[in-house]
């Protein structure tokens, strides 16, 4: 019998895969869907919705199809991202539904199923044929090529509302630039990665910035000013806000310089007043932001800002309870911008911040898996992907509790928009692909590199 040397690599980390534990909060989260579905159809009309238990099947069908689809393509997926959008994709149709009870002739329910249905599927098709995230990088340019044709094609349709941002033939209407922003990402991260060291260690000293030289920053800032100039013209400042952010979050990931943190809210703070002090339609968001009261004072009744403060305060601590609000007053945009005020009066302050943990959940997953991983790109991908989901929300719920002007973005998963459904599904595949990725058995030891692994303990 032969001892094992010193020099013996360790044996190979194994990491339980936990689909196990993703299962049992699978249907955790479809048996509080339909308890909700069936909340509100006892609260409006004193019984259970006929169709609940379609409703139900139809849910648990598409939670057990994504389930099986990670199961088997990425085992080591982190276990909480499936269960956590099911959840949230699913209060999201309890409440349009319930708010479809206000409006029978205007129903929006039934179509964000089938939007749904369609994210999943491509959520299955992402799991399924992407095996390894780094090939994305090799379609960097063709994929901010893409963004950019996704982003201009809406200037030559009607706006709607007031933007200019979707395409409508016939019944079909999608908004391009929701997939815009995951290829915008992709590239982010993918010249980012690769150009990192230049990023951070070339170039003058400005004050206590170091700035890159043009030629390795001057591609990237072209790309971020060009798209959102296109946004700007569609008056879809939401989404240029988005990208914004997205750019110098990634710009910080990739240098680990906080000056850029600064310069980016210095310059988002200096574009801000400047936008809504010249642009006509932002400038009215900015004054029914200042005084969201003023149309009540003029005798004109609440504008939507107004009514959905009303609706916040309705809620108190507990809500009124699924089905028994009155947010439908805020009018056009109650099942897309405003949905969030639906849930802050019929489940109160304590239903509302079980939201946000959930998005504050998945997006600290998400951070978790860039952690992880060993690739730059993977690293600032998953980093994007989250901040994504994280700046979305605080862009939308900071708007519809006055915090900041409204922007008329969706909120993931819970808003009505097929669009940003299938988009934010897609999202999240991408992120159990990372996930996967970081969390499986490596031939060797821990390895060393730019960030050092976790330990599963530690999770």
Known sequence: MTAPTVDSPPPPLRLPKRRGVELSLLVGAVLISVYGYAAVGLAH?????????????????????????????????????????????????????????????????????????????????????????????????LSVAAALVLMIVPIFFPAVNGARIWIRAGGFS????????????????AYLAANRNALAYSGRTVWKLQLPTGRVLGPIVAIWLLSVGVLVLERDLGTSLLFFGLFVILLYVATGRLGWIAVGLLLAAVGAFVVGSVEPHVHSRVED?????????????????????????????????????????????????????????ELGLAGLTAVFMLYALMVARG???????????????????????ALQVFVIAGGVMGLIPLTGMAMPFLAQGGSSVVTNWIIVALLIRLSDQARAPRPGGPETGVIAPIAEDEQ
């Open 45 to 141: 009309d004193d019984a259970v919705p006929p169709d609940v238990a379609r409703y139900g099947g139809g849910l648990g069908l598409l939670a057990l199809v994504a389930h099986l689809a990670v199961r088997f393509r990425a085992p080591y997926a982190d276990p909480l991202l499936l269960p956590i959008a099911v959840l949230l994709n699913g209060l999201g149709l309890v409440l349009i539904y319930r708010l479809d009870l206000e409006t029978p002739s205007d129903t929006a329910a039934p179509t964000q199923l089938i939007w749904s249905t369609l994210g999943v599927a491509f959520f299955i098709v992402v799991v399924l044929l992407l095996r390894d995230h780094r090939v994305l990088q090799r379609y960097a340019y």
């Open 174 to 189: 999608f908004q391009p630039g929701e997939f815009a922003k995951i290829l915008l990402a992709v590239f982010f991260a």
């Open 289 to 345: 932001w200042l005084d969201p009261f003023a149309t009540i004072d003029a005798g004109q009744g609440p504008s939507q800002l107004a009514q959905s403060l009303f609706a916040f305060a309705e809620g108190g601590m507990l809500g009124t309870g699924l089905g028994l609000g009155h947010s439908i007053l805020i009018g056009f945009a109650a099942k897309s911008d405003f949905i969030l005020a639906t849930a802050g009066e």
């Open 367 to 389: 951070y978790r898996a860039g952690l992880a991983l060993r690739d730059p790109f993977g690293q600032l991908l998953a980093v994007g992907l989250a901040s994504i989901l």
